[in-house]
């Protein structure tokens, strides 16, 4: 998120963003194309992450605080995975 005059505002190169944020650095998952498919640059400041560092971090988010489904039952380890690789394969 950047701050702008109106507030916190996604990057103007973020195209899905807002996902899996983690309190202790305040940030979140986006989605941007691969370079060859997008005419804009994105600052070497971003991390980009395969699935599996994706996976690896929203696996530790829910370490820490679990996640639940909507009737407040904690997902487990592999049902976390197959929603972390829904959205990757969503975005692909």
Do not use: C
Request: cysteine-free; overall charge negative.
């Amino acid at each position: 998120m950047h701050m702008t005059e109106k507030g916190m505002r996604t990057p103007e190169w973020v195209e899905d963003g807002g996902y899996w944020l983690d309190s202790t650095d305040n940030t979140r998952i986006g989605w941007s194309p691969d370079e060859a498919d997008r005419e804009y640059y994105i600052p070497d400041t971003v991390t980009t992450l395969t699935a599996a560092e994706l996976d690896t971090r929203v696996l530790a988010l829910h370490a820490a605080n679990p996640f639940t489904d909507p009737d407040g039952t904690e997902l487990t380890n592999e049902e976390v995975s197959a929603q972390v690789t829904a959205w990757v394969n969503a975005r692909s």
